[in-house]
């Protein structure tokens, strides 16, 4: 399924803010990570309905992911 592009741009644009104030790191040093994640992946291709999670799910999981890397 495929989520409103507009909409799906504003929920990145909250995932981003939220997730950048959370590790304490740019908004640039996130939207790089963001574009870069699986998180992104999964819900730009409408895999497993993603777009429809919660903000602070996606921010969860985009934080898992980021600890992974570190």
């Known amino acids: ?6 909409l799906l ?3 990145y644009a909250r995932i981003v ?3 950048a104030d959370r590790e ?4 640039d040093d ?3 990570f963001f574009y ?12 497993s309905d993603m777009h429809c ?6 921010i969860e999981d ?3 992911e980021y600890r992974k890397g570190l």
């Open 1 to 6: 399924m495929n989520a409103n592009p507009i």
């Open 9 to 11: 741009q504003k929920k």
């Open 17 to 19: 803010e939220k997730f």
């Open 24 to 27: 304490g790191i740019s908004l």
């Open 30 to 32: 996130a939207l790089k």
């Open 36 to 47: 870069h994640s699986e998180v992104y992946d999964l819900m730009s291709n409408g895999i």
């Open 53 to 58: 999670m919660s903000d602070g799910y996606l």
């Open 62 to 64: 985009m934080e898992a």
